[in-house]
């Protein structure tokens, strides 16, 4: 599967964007989704996943009830809906894919997604 991010900006603080991660190849709904964030010289840092069948979701707490991630399977889409947004927030934004279920434990963990996207750059002024 490739994977292609977009709806990245440059937003005040208390603001909101909209990240699409647009899907390409076969059986898109076999296909758990995640995104993560980078700052240039950090690690990357897990934001949300959602789950292939049950889509079941997962935040970081550094963004839950401010980010929802979210899929649309007919459409092979992935949406990362952010509101509230904090300069702390600034970076670049890449969603990632695996076939099928990564167990909780390691679902924070980059190497544990097979497919990247190239990322979209997020900006939050203050």
């Known amino acids: 599967v490739q994977l292609q991010a977009s709806g990245g900006g440059l937003v005040q603080a208390g603001g909101s964007l909209r990240l699409s991660c647009a899907a390409s190849?076969?059986?898109?709904?076999?296909?758990?989704i995640a995104w993560f964030r980078q700052v240039q010289g950090k690690e990357r840092e897990f934001v949300a996943t959602?789950?292939?069948?049950?889509?079941?979701?997962f935040h970081a707490d550094s963004v839950k009830g401010r980010f929802t991630i979210s899929r649309d399977n007919a459409k092979s889409l992935s949406i990362l809906q952010m509101n509230s947004l904090k300069p702390q927030d600034t970076a670049v934004y890449y969603c990632?894919?695996?076939?099928?279920?990564?167990?909780?434990?390691?679902?924070?963990?980059?190497?544990?997604?097979?497919?990247w996207g190239r990322g979209t750059q997020v900006t939050v002024s203050s």
């Open positions: 990632a894919a695996r076939l099928y279920r990564v167990v909780i434990s390691g679902q924070s963990d980059p190497s544990n997604w097979k497919y």
């Open positions: 190849g076969r059986d898109f709904s076999s296909y758990s």
């Open positions: 959602i789950e292939y069948n049950t889509g079941r979701t």
